[in-house]
T-cell receptor, first 113, second 115 residues
Framework: NAGVTQTPKFQVLKTGQSMTLQCAQDMNHEYMSWYRQDPGMGLRLIHYSVGAGITDQGEVPNGYNVSRSTTEDFPLRLLSAAPSQTSVYFC????????????FGSGTRLTVV | AQTVTQSQPEMSVQEAETVTLSCTYDTSESDYYLFWYKQPPSRQMILVIRQEAYKQQNATENRFSVNFQKAAKSFSLKISDSQLGDAAMYFCAYRRIQGAQKLVFGQGTRLTINP
């Protein structure tokens, strides 16, 4: 089925470890974003991309890195995990068509101990 | 910067009754989109309804409708004939038309349906 695929669904990291959350979409969407969800704070934008080779920072970018070498893929890298990065992470994509909402992946629950 | 506020952290309603979830937003833009997303316990984010700011007519999707008051910057969601499957977190979100078109979310409202 078409959509946004995120892996892994669950992950436990030790403080200081690094990892990459994977995100892929097969809808040829131009826009892709990463959000983190924390209790009582809704979803906050980490990084976003408006097309291959173009990325920019969102509201809470510190400690995260992204790249977009293809239209389909938008991985999120945690450089040195900290307990404050314990959260649920969502990848989302959208067409440039202004009528679209974003399509979300199923999320990754990350725990940093 | 745009902001979205949901002032009701939790709401509850009896099954088959009607409930309204509130959302206010702040923007200097004249044209934009507003959305309501549902997040059930499965964690999946599901688009419930969207509203185009330049349209005066309120959007409806089956049992879900909105009351869009542009001057007041208010965007409430009404759920009619509430069902047990409506229990979820509900997020209001804003998206610009121009520029990067990022989604800005409210804090969410947890809706409980009482049988």
């Amino acid at each position: 089925n078409a959509g946004v695929t995120q892996t892994p669904k669950f992950q436990v990291l030790k403080t200081g470890q690094s990892m990459t959350l994977q995100c892929a979409q097969d809808m040829n969407h131009e826009y892709m974003s990463w959000y983190r969800q924390d209790p009582g704070m809704g979803l906050r934008l980490i990084h976003y991309s408006v097309g291959a080779g173009i990325t920019d920072q969102g509201e809470v970018p510190n400690g995260y890195n992204v790249s977009r070498s293809t239209t389909e893929d938008f991985p999120l890298r945690l450089l040195s995990a900290a307990p404050s990065q314990t959260s649920v992470y969502f990848c989302a994509s959208s067409s440039r068509d202004r009528g679209y909402g974003y399509t979300f992946g199923s999320g990754t629950r990350l725990t940093v101990v | 910067a745009q902001t979205v506020t949901q002032s009701q952290p939790e709401m509850s309603v009896q099954e088959a009754e009607t409930v309204t979830l509130s959302c206010t937003y702040d923007t200097s833009e004249s044209d934009y989109y507003l959305f309501w997303y549902k997040q059930p316990p499965s964690r999946q984010m599901i688009l419930v309804i969207r509203q185009e700011a330049y349209k005066q007519q309120n959007a409806t999707e089956n049992r879900f409708s909105v009351n869009f008051q542009k001057a007041a910057k208010s965007f409430s969601l009404k759920i009619s004939d509430s069902q047990l499957g409506d229990a979820a977190m509900y997020f209001c979100a804003y998206r610009r038309i121009q520029g990067a078109q990022k989604l800005v979310f409210g804090q969410g409202t947890r809706l409980t349906i009482n049988p």
